[in-house]
């Protein structure tokens, strides 16, 4: 079993900038991958980013909608996985849900975090 468990969220004005952390414990496998999606009221869950590691490449990939906006990171341990979200509109609320997975041509999520509220006010 993974847990995740998100830090962060909260109201922010358009055009301002909000950080969101995720914490992994338990058994984390080789080769997996870590991620963010996010729901907005009435919408279906979407991917957001992922970070998957390769020996010493880290590959990452980005939803269109967010590319060049929101940056995915680790820290050196790959245990708590970072959400840099900058210039951010009213279309970016959403609860923001942590993954843990795989990458297979996309996101394949085997365990979610409970969802932080990230609200952006016009």
């Known amino acids: 079993q993974v847990q995740l468990v998100e830090s962060g969220g909260g109201l922010v004005q358009a055009g301002g900038s909000l950080s969101v952390s995720c914490a992994a414990s338990?058994?984390?496998?080789?080769?997996?991958?870590m991620g963010w999606f996010r729901q907005a009221p009435g919408k279906e869950r979407e991917f957001v980013a992922a970070?998957?590691?390769?020996?010493?490449?880290?590959?990452?990939n980005y939803a269109d909608s967010v590319k060049g906006r929101f940056t995915i990171s680790s820290d050196n341990a790959k245990i708590t996985v970072y959400l840099q979200m900058n210039s951010l509109t009213p279309e970016d609320t959403a609860v923001y849900y942590c993954?843990?997975?795989?990458?297979?041509?996309?996101?394949?999520?085997?365990?979610w975090g409970q969802g932080t509220q990230v609200t952006v006010s016009s």
């Open positions: 970070v998957r590691w390769s020996g010493f490449m880290t590959y990452r």
């Open positions: 338990g058994r984390i496998f080789s080769g997996y991958a």
């Open positions: 993954a843990a997975g795989q990458w297979s041509g996309g996101f394949v999520a085997a365990y």
